[in-house]
């Protein structure tokens, strides 16, 4: 089974928004990323075209970005 | 069983974005509304915090705004 990727930054928006999605998609399904502690993942998401967080990359390779948590500049800030 | 539902104008972020939200959460688990053909609910999406298509809200009454197709004023334009 082809997992969908949520990047997100541990910012109040992003938590709220994993919460959901893990609910909506179901956890087995997504492999969740933090950017801010796992920093040597952050150059793969930007390559993904993921521009802010939290993204939700899907198995087909299209980026959903999620509300408005920060940008990637802000993350690798 | 509650269902999502999935709030768009008919722009191509729209549609890609449903797409990917159907395949990811199960077409029997998402409601699909498009506001322009069904402007009746135009009041409802915003009622829910809808401010901007697409948007997906969840069971839990949670608004997840997805991408940027357009603005609720482009929609009511």
Known sequence: MEKSIFYHAGCPVC??????????????????????????RIAEAEAAGVKSVPALLTPAGHVLHINFGASMADVKG
Chains 1, 2 share one sequence.
């Open 15 to 40: 938590v709220s928004a994993e919460q959901d999605i893990i609910h909506l998609i179901g956890p087995q399904k997504v492999e969740v990323v933090h950017l801010g502690n796992d920093r040597g």
